[in-house]
Structure formats: structure tokens, C-alpha cells
């Protein structure tokens, strides 16, 4: 069966969505809560409905039916990053109800249905992320009715929970089984009790599953009650809290955080029909504190996840006889941010939330009566402004691929990690300013950035000048940038430095400007501006080489005189040999 994108719907609903999107009160700067995207399938007389999304590398997939009313298949769909559908696929009837994800599989809960007794059984199925199809597991849990409705997974181990129907007294009692990743069950926990007892969602920690539902007496016109089973993995104990008033309460999802947060819909408080409840309770039950969203039509709350200290709720609320899908942020405490009703259909709701990559992903439908429904799907994102301040003009920052100047720039970002980069340095001739580091105490440059708030970066930078070094003789050193304030030493070597035989020169001092600074040849001083240092050299004869150089001379004029001397000694006696001899 082909999936069709109503492109006139989603025209017109755009447009809808554009002129009249309406702000609920809150204090987190709704006004810059922006919707991003927006998708219908499906066609007109199409039974397409969307139960539950989860976000994978940045593509969305959302488990469902597509079909018609009474000849439904349930339906995986993938949308690509920009929110369009990619590819789906679909197979035996019935319906997808919940999704959970492992990081390499999806994994999708339902139920199929049946012409013949049984006429539902629980549906479970591994996927690739490219909708392939690994295993289906089939769950008769009775030859009636038997559903899953939720699915997690934790570690190695698949999560589902659901109900099945018994005749009798007995009614639905809530089912709870474990498998593997492969599909092999390894635990079932049926919690029997008498009346109906259904199951709706299911989270696991710390070997304890925690189920949100609802229970009723087996024969009751209503006196339905919001109920929360704690089930201990290990010891297989079972513990129950209920709760409610006067009228039917239902629990629809839950969620931990240090403590249970249970989202479902009221008629026993509130201002008239149902009113969404959202609940926050410690991890024994017990109700911390509970809050009511509605106004004097129905209202409810389907759906619940926590993200970065925020709880964002989804359903539906009654504006003018029309049921609308809305969706609310409170923080932890209880504190209701703001709320944003999408003008769609007289039956429409949203079914599911995920935030994911700085945006808040939704799924739900929208109808046109109970049998003609559209799957629709959009996301919004809180957009932040960030500032980046600098010390001068000729700056640049560049958030990803977004590059601005000046001395201070603004960018507007979600929530998402990004990569912001600024100025190495600036060079004023003999002068500099160079990076130094972020007003919030960060270092690198480039650096990550999640932005989370209105924020306000100063980039820190150092003054450095630079210290030039010369000398007509010897090897100098120290040159080089050194910040402002610090200490730079400089020197020459050797201190003297022969340049003829008869000729040395010897270091005079440092001078700046034809000052002289200092006499030595290691110089060290605090640089407050850009230096110019020149060694200074004055000659001098080499005393002790040309007074070594005279006594060579005169030792050997003295030896040449004494051979002199001495030959003419040897000559007279030589004449006077001669002379005795005659």
C-alpha cells in the first residue's frame, strides 16, 4: 500500500499554523519557541494513525497503521533530517504502539488483529535502521484479546508490557515479559487481579520496572483509577499505587529521574470534563506533588519526556468545541513554562514527543471522526541568543558556518552542540592581542558550545609586544612576543668578541633609543610596550697579545744578537789560531 503526503493539508495547515498559533502563559520565553516542519500522511478517507517517534542520527521514525479503518497494517515510517518521508514499511494487520531504540536496532510493540478468535495478539519486532525487517515474536495471552502496548529496552535485555483478556471476574490483567535481543522470552510476570487492570507504559531501572496504566472494577459504569505497579525483577514482588478521585482517572506514561513522572487525564478535578494530570511521585509511590492543564471541554495528556531539567508533556486540549493537539513544558518542580496549541482538525492530538538534536519532535493525528485520520508530525526548537563580546573592533566569531564582526555579535541557536570560533589574534604593528580564553572559563579555540539559555561569551584576550633583539657582534637572544607585564630577558654571547689580531670588542650595554638600560649582557625587565634593544660594543686593543707579540720580537732580536755575538767570538778565535800557528 502507497503512503500519499496531502500536500494541500499540510499547505493549509502551514499556513494555519503561521497565523494562528496560540501561546499558553509561562515564564521561558514562549514567543521564541519556534515550530519547525511540518508533515501530513495520508489521504482523504485514510486510516493513518501515528502512536509513537524516536529520533536515530538525526532521522525520525514513527511507528503506527496505515490503511483503512477495519483493514489497517501497522506501519514503521523513517523521515529524513528535514522531515520528509524517506520510507516505510508495512505488513500484517494491525498496529505499532510504541518504539524503542538499542543504538543499532528498533524495536516496535503492538498488536495484530484477527477475523477469528483470538482477535488481537501482542505484536514485538526487531528492525535495522533501514527498516529491515530481523524478527517478529507473536504473544497470545489469551483467546480473546492480548495487546503490548509499551516496549524498553535496557542493556541486553527487550522490555514489554500489556494485557490480556480473561472472561470472568478476572477481566485484563497487566502482563510484563523480558526478552532478548534475539527474541528468545526469558521472564514473564502476570499480575492477576480481579476487574481490568491495563497497561499503558513501562520504564526500567535498578532492576525494578515501573508500569503506569489503569484499574476498574469488572462491572463499573467508571470508577476508574490512575494505577503505578512496581514489579522487583528479581524477587518477582509486586507493588501497586492508585490514585484518583471521585471520577475516572487514567495514567498514560511514565518516566524516572530520581523520582516517577506520570502523565495521564482527570474528570475527577479540573474544570469540567477530562483535564490532563501530570504527576511527580518518589520511586516508592508515594505523590510528591500533581498538577492539572484543561478548560471546560476534555483535555488530556498522552505522553511525557524529561530533557535537560524540563518535563514536555503532549496531548490534546478543547478550544471552542474543536479537540486541538498541545504541547506544554514544566520544569521539575511543577512550574508550567508555556503551551502551544496547533490549530488542526476537530480531532486532533498529539501522541508522542522525543526531544532530540535541540528540538522537541512530535507525532500524533489528525481526524476528522474516529475512522478518517491523518498521521501528522513537527518539531520546535527554543531558539537562544548568544552573544560573543570582544575587546576592539576587527574581531570575528563563527558559530558552525555563520561568521560575524565586530566588536560584539549575536547569534541565534537551539540547544544543540555547535562549534563557535573567534579571533586568534589581531596584530597592531609591535603590538598584539591573542586569545586567551572564554569569560566562562573555557580554553579552546575553536571550542563546543550548547546553549541552553540567553548567553553572554566574552573572548579574552592578552596584550602582547614585541621585543626585538640587536647586536652587530655575537649571538643574541631573547627576542620574540612576550604579554604585557611579563618578564623578558635578553643577552648577548660572547661579552668580548675578537675581530682582528690587534682588536677586541667588548660589550658596552643595552640601549633603547640611544639609552643605555643596562651594562650587563643578561638583561631581564618588564615589557609594557614594543622594544627595541641594541647591544652597544666600544673597541679595545689587545694589550696582552701585542705585549706577548713585543717580547716574541724582543726575544728574538735578543737571540739573533747573541748568535751574532757568539759567531764573532768564534771568528777572533779562529784568526787567533792562526796567528799562534805561523
Known sequence: MLLMVDRVARYVLCILLLLCLVIGSGSALPERIVQEGFLVVGREGDYVVFNDLLVVNSSVYIGGCTGKFGN???TLLKLDEGGSLSSYLSEERGMIVSLAFDGSRIYAAGFL??????????????????LEKLWEKEWVGSPVFSEFKGVYVRGDRVYVVGEAYYSGDRGFDVVVRKYDKEGSLLWENILVASGHQEAES?????????????????ISGGDVDGLVVMVN???GLVETRVWGGEGDDFFKSIELDGAMYVCGFTDSYGKGGFDGVLLKLDLRGEVIWWRIFGNAGDDSFIDLALHEGEIHVVGHTTVNGSMLPVYLQYSFDGTLLGSWTLPAGNQSTWTSVYPADGSIHLAGNLGKSPFLVNGIYARYATRYVLIVNFPGDGFWAALDNENKTGRSVSFETSSVERRLEVTARVNYGGTRLVFDGWSDGARDNPRPVKVVKDT????????EHYVTVRSE????????????????????????????????????????????????PTFSFVVMNPTVLEAGWRMELNLALIVLLLSVLLLALLLLLLLILERREKGRGKQASRRHGH
Do not use: C, M, Q
Request: charge should be negative; hydrophobic fraction near 35%; proline fraction near 5%.
Open 72 to 74: 489497517n497494517v501497522w
Open 113 to 130: 488483529e484477527h477475523d477469528t478468535p483470538p482477535k488481537t495478539t501482542g505484536f514485538l519486532a526487531a528492525f535495522t535502521l533501514n
Open 456 to 463: 553572554v561569551l566574552n573572548a579574552t584576550y592578552r596584550v
Open 202 to 218: 513501562l520504564v526500567v531501572s535498578s532492576g525494578k520496572i515501573y508500569i503506569a496504566g489503569s484499574t476498574s472494577p469488572y
Open 473 to 520: 657582534r655575537g649571538k643574541p637572544s631573547g627576542e620574540g612576543w612576550y604579554a604585557e607585564g611579563s618578564i623578558a630577558t635578553v643577552s648577548v654571547e660572547p661579552s668580548i668578541a675578537t675581530e682582528s689580531f690587534f682588536v677586541n670588542y667588548v660589550f658596552e650595554g643595552w640601549y633603547e633609543n640611544g639609552r643605555k638600560v643596562s651594562a650587563t
Open 233 to 235: 525483577e528479581s524477587s
